[in-house]
C-alpha cells in the first residue's frame, strides 16, 4: 500500500526559484522541438552571400 495518497490537485505552492527552474526546462525543451522540427524540413542549403545577392535581385525587379 502506498504511503501517500494521490489525489489530482488544482494547485501546488512550491518555491519561487524552484517554478523558475520549471520554466526555464520548460523554455529549453520549446526550444529543442522548434529545433528538431526545423531539422526535419528537407531544405536547399545555399552560401550566405548567394542568399544575400538573391534577395538584392529580387528587390531590383
Known amino acids: 500500500m502506498p504511503l ?3 489525489e489530482w ?3 501546488a505552492v512550491i518555491p519561487f526559484i524552484e517554478w523558475q527552474n520549471i ?3 520548460i523554455e529549453e525543451l ?3 522541438r522548434s529545433y528538431d522540427k526545423e531539422k526535419s ?3 536547399d ?3 550566405f552571400d ?3 545577392q538573391e534577395i ?3 528587390k531590383l525587379n
Open 45 to 47: 542549403v545555399i552560401p
Open 50 to 52: 548567394q542568399a544575400i
Open 9 to 11: 490537485k488544482k494547485s
Open 56 to 58: 538584392q535581385e529580387k
Open 23 to 25: 520554466l526555464e526546462a
Open 4 to 6: 501517500y495518497k494521490i
Open 41 to 43: 524540413i528537407e531544405s
Open 30 to 32: 520549446d526550444d529543442i
